[in-house]
């Protein structure tokens, strides 16, 4: 089965820092890697993905994430954050080209807070 | 495109009432699925279908029903509802399951 885990709840940066969001993941198959974004009272955008081609990956809103087999990662960075950043995110992952039908399976999330 | 839509927005039910939570996306996507989002728990899925007449449980089923009569549409039925079942509901679809999922806005749903 697979799981996902995103370490810390809650992650607070200050306006024009780094943002450094952490997910590992656990899959038996090579997964597909999803990040994405909820603002208040909205459903999930995605803001990028992974699907065995580029490690490195760039979305939208000047995101990107690096795929890292070895460390079983997947961390969402963005060199400077901007107030209009503060949401919640989830990363996630399927089974990839050989996985099952059941879809995604999330990480409990993690709120971002962006001190002015 | 209106892409994946969801009726009602907000819903409040008494203990053991029964409803339909309506999704319906215009893409043409064969895989559709239901999650609940409660607050510390991230999304957990309820029911998916891989198409038209074709549905299986995902890891939270329990207390609720799915059909899939067209491709278009996959409504969640709550056949009894339980103060458990208060949650943000969320419909979502794609091309298949292992491809990134659209989601749509949420049923917020209270079961008193």
């Known amino acids: 089965a697979q799981s996902v885990t995103q370490l810390g709840s809650h992650v607070s940066v200050s306006e024009g820092a780094l943002v450094l969001l952490r997910c590992n993941y656990s899959?038996?198959?090579?997964?597909?890697l999803f990040w994405y974004v909820q603002y208040p009272n909205q459903g999930l955008q995605l803001l990028l993905k992974?699907?065995?081609?580029?490690?490195l990956v760039k979305g939208i809103n000047g995101f990107e994430a690096e795929f890292k087999k070895s460390e079983t990662s997947f961390h969402l960075t963005k060199p400077s954050a901007h107030m209009s950043d503060a949401a919640e995110y989830f990363c996630?992952?399927?089974?990839?080209?050989?996985?099952?039908?059941?879809?995604?399976?999330f990480g409990k999330g993690t709120h971002l807070i962006i001190q002015p | 495109n209106a892409g994946v839509t969801q009726t009602p927005k907000f819903q409040v039910l008494k203990t053991g009432q029964s409803m339909t939570l309506q999704c319906a996306q215009d893409?043409?996507?064969?895989?559709m699925s239901w999650y609940r989002q409660d607050p510390g728990m991230g999304l957990r899925l309820i029911h998916y279908?891989?198409?038209?007449?074709?549905?299986d449980q995902g890891e939270v089923p329990n207390g609720y029903n799915v059909s899939r009569s067209t491709t278009e549409d996959f409504p969640l039925r709550l056949l009894s509802a339980a103060p458990s079942q208060t949650s943000v509901y969320f419909c979502?679809?794609?091309?298949?399951?292992?491809?990134?999922?659209?989601f749509g806005p949420g049923t917020r749903l209270t079961v008193t």
């Open positions: 979502a679809s794609s091309v298949d399951a292992t491809y990134e999922q659209y």
């Open positions: 899959s038996s198959v090579p997964p597909y």
């Open positions: 992974y699907t065995s081609a580029a490690t």
């Open positions: 996630a992952v399927t089974g990839g080209g050989g996985g099952g039908a059941d879809g995604l399976t």
């Open positions: 893409m043409n996507h064969e895989y």
């Open positions: 279908s891989v198409g038209a007449g074709i549905t």
